[in-house]
């Protein structure tokens, strides 16, 4: 489990997290997340490499949007889940806004490595370079995940299938459904 000097030196590691009071006053396993929900099982991942899966969900396009994201380590464990119910937006920022998510957790949880894996081939290939990113809010939200990946020792992004990706699309879609009750 975190511990609550842990929680703090990950936050101070990253600019990103800037609800720093309420973590050292959160119990050592809770994340605290404004709109969403967060659970750690695990901690002290410093010298691991970790998986990150993230997905965005939109109930139309534009629509009702929700994000989530997990951590699992190389054996399956989930070591960290997050979602959160993020409004009217676009599919592509869901897409975002999840990734966002799932690396503010990681960072919450000192990983130092990463890997991760996204089902959505335009914004692997926006990260990696290989697409450029033309929409103004999107070129917002990337700045602020290259802030981000540049924050961990290594951080290599994918793509994968959907199929690869079914228990952050899950994470998604209930911040949706919880949201709308």
């Known amino acids: 489990r975190l511990s609550y000097e842990h929680t703090a030196a990950a936050v101070q590691r990253t600019a990103a997290i800037q609800r720093s009071a309420e973590l050292s006053e959160l119990p050592p396993d809770y994340v605290f997340s ?7 099982e695990n901690s002290n991942m410093d010298n ?13 396009n534009p629509g009702i949007g ?10 399956g464990q989930v070591l960290w889940e ?4 993020l409004g009217h937006c676009t599919n592509n920022i869901a897409e ?20 991760v894996f996204l089902d959505s081939e335009l914004l692997a290939n926006q990260i ?8 103004e809010k999107l070129k917002i939200l990337m700045r602020e995940v290259r802030d981000l990946i540049a924050s961990f020792e290594t951080a290599d992004v994918r793509h994968v299938r ?7 699309d899950k994470l998604a879609n209930r911040a949706i ?5």
């Open 34 to 40: 404004s709109s969403g929900h967060v659970r750690i």
């Open 48 to 60: 691991k490499t970790v998986k990150l899966f993230s997905d965005g969900a939109c109930r139309g």
């Open 66 to 75: 929700g994000a989530g994201a997990v951590i699992i380590d190389d054996d």
């Open 82 to 85: 997050g979602s959160e119910y």
């Open 96 to 115: 975002y806004k999840a990734l966002i998510l799932g690396l503010k957790g990681a960072l919450a949880q000192g990983v130092a490595r990463l890997e």
């Open 128 to 135: 990696n370079g290989s697409y450029k990113v033309k929409n």
């Open 162 to 168: 959907r199929c690869h990706n079914e228990l952050a």
């Open 177 to 181: 459904d919880e949201h709308e009750g």
